[in-house]
């Protein structure tokens, strides 16, 4: 438990920052426009069914949809837009805060009595004093409803920039959620309500103070929620330079053990390492080609399939050359080399049912398909690869489901699954008594897990330096068994602890 | 206080006023009737700009209205209307004592003093507008307009929304007022009972235009036309059935 809270005081900094930048950004453009719409009719029907339109996207959606948006900008602009981290989560959770604060400020001000707007004018008040002696006084009430309500949603929605790699509460509960380690999901929960709970709270004295007319409560509650925001923000200012790497990792546990190995190394070179946990597995690349991350590892096949378009299945050895070749002409990203094992999409059934119906090999299942379910991570059935095994394996299941990894071995457990896309580096396949299935007529590439470095640390020989005794170092025996301490439901293992485990299980 | 063919037509095409031309004296309490939609309440509005004309002005002791900013030209005018609108944040002595306020000329004294004028007891300065009645909302609506001292009153169906009870005596109050004063009125009203009782000058209004222009004397005596008449008959015909009713007549 204490492991879990220690991560907390630096991760609710960058989460409270991000949430009350964005509270900000959305108030300098919801104030404007919400006092437009009460004027204009016509224009209260755009703003306000554009704000409930970006309600109706989901927020995760939101955020991972302005990956390609900022991408798109970048290209135009001609680069340096940051596609990833900071900018793409600001801006999605701008616009979520947006609705609440709109429709509550045109609420407020067409629900003022006109009789009231009149005489304000039949008494001789100029624009000015209208605003701040009736208009402000009467509204603020009602304003500061829907303020607070898109800071609580902007703080909540905040755990969800994890995705789109800015760190927040999130990576408490995202990593806790994909290792099942209850503490850190609860820990960021908690972290996350009480920050929300806060913000709320100092807002609610600002209002009351602005209500009974006594200004130095006001004041001293926004001056509290700045000086937060700006201590918060301290770390930042110190960041900087080339000796602080940021390592990436996609949503499970060898990701974050992997990660977990390289930032060791790299602390011991003399780097100041920080992680992107959790990151989506097609922003991944992205990431280390526009340099928001220094350093992930990635899978051969993932880059074949879903970078370069690739269908077919050369040898092991010439796809990871011609991905090399492909990363450094086209993206200027450097491939490290190949750590020495592979995780490659595997299907997976339970021991005995498999030998029960007789299937050993993707054709089997092909045959029996219609009589089976389905269980998948949650992109595999829209991956490349997917399309590929069909095209090579007709198959129609009775039902397929899209599960995050852990749940997904649950549901083959519980048979609710018949058949799942398991990871042949996954330790559960041996725990569970799982069989894999052959793949006769190699649909499948090959996916050895290559280490991937940012075009900007091609030339730091220190740093590559670092890395190179990882290549070719780790047997898939080895990966299993830290994968497993991490997984497993019982004695469980932090990522931190695994990797530990596995640089002195591989003599490094 | 002069109207020049002053003229609201607006945007549909409908004419609220039409080139009405007229001259009120200083210190004369006049009286615009007429039924709903005849232009009246346009016609007072264009006097605080509160309407626009269309066309022609208006001019206060020679000078038009229209010159410089609306505000500078309202705190001139002491203003009171139907729906009050007192500021519901604001308790009933802040309420009176805003106008003085924006003059950045507040004075205590002055909130007691009018409270007086208006016979409300002062003690009620420090209510707020919800916790009055309609009545004493009204006398608080008179009680602004008057805390800069204004030379003019326009008054906009200022009790149409009483009972009569306190609709006669605040009339009375009003008329009173104006007479001490020699405060200039203008005042809307679709009652003409209270418009012959209080105004020393009668405007009925027709159409956008004037219809009869006359003393409350004149129109008892069945002169301004047919359509002043037809008003009048209506407060007549009461009178009499009541007269009639206190001698047993119509039984």
Sequence with gaps: MGDAFARVPALAAQHLLLAMCALVLALGVALPLGWWSARRPRVARVTLGFASLVQTIPSLALLALFYPVLLWVSGVVGGGVPALGFLPALLALTLYALLPIIRNLVTGLTGIDPAVLEAADGVGMTPAQKLRLVEIPLVLPVAMAGIRTAAVWTIGAATLSTTVGQPSLGDLIFAGLQTQAWTLVIAGCVSAAALALGVDALLGLAEHGARTQRGWLTWGAVVALAAATVVASTPLWARGGDRVVVIGAKNFSE?????????????????????????????AFGAVAGGEIDAYVDYAGTIWAGEMKRADVPPRDVQVRAITEWARAKRGVGLVGSLGFENAYAFAMRGDDARRRGIASLADLAAASPQLKLGADLEFLDRAEWAAIRRAYPMRFAAATPYSPTFMYRALESGRADVISAFSSDGRIAADRLVTLTDPRRAIPGYDAILLVAPKRTKDQRFLAALRPLVGRINVAAMREANYMVDRDANKATPEAAARWLAAKVGL | MTFERVTKRYADGTVAVDAVSCEIAAGSFVALVGASGSGKSTLLKTVNRLVPPSDGRVLIDGADVSEGPAWQVRRRIGYVFQNVGLFPHLSVAENIALPLKLER?????????????????????RRMPAELSGGQRQRVGVARALATDPGLLLMDEPFGALDPVTRDALGQAIARLQRERGLTVLMV???????????????????????????????????????????????????????????????
């Design chain 1, 255 to 283: 990701q974050y053990i992997l990660a977990r190995l390289i930032g060791d190394r790299l602390t011991r070179a003399g780097y100041t390492v920080q992680y992107r946990d959790g990151l989506g597995s097609a922003v």
């Design chain 2, 105 to 125: 000329r507040a004075d205590p004294a002055r909130v007691d003093a009018l409270l007086d004028t208006v016979e409300l007891p002062r003690a009620l300065g």
């Design chain 2, 189 to 251: 009203t679709h009652d003409m009972a209270e418009a012959l009782l209080d105004a020393t000058r009668v405007l009925v209004m027709e159409n956008g235009r004037i219809a009869a222009d006359t003393s409350p004397a004149a129109l008892m005596r069945g002169e301004g036309g047919d359509t002043a008449q037809g008003l009048v008959a209506v407060p007549r015909a009461q009178a009499e059935r009541i007269a009639a009713l206190a001698t047993g007549g119509l039984h």
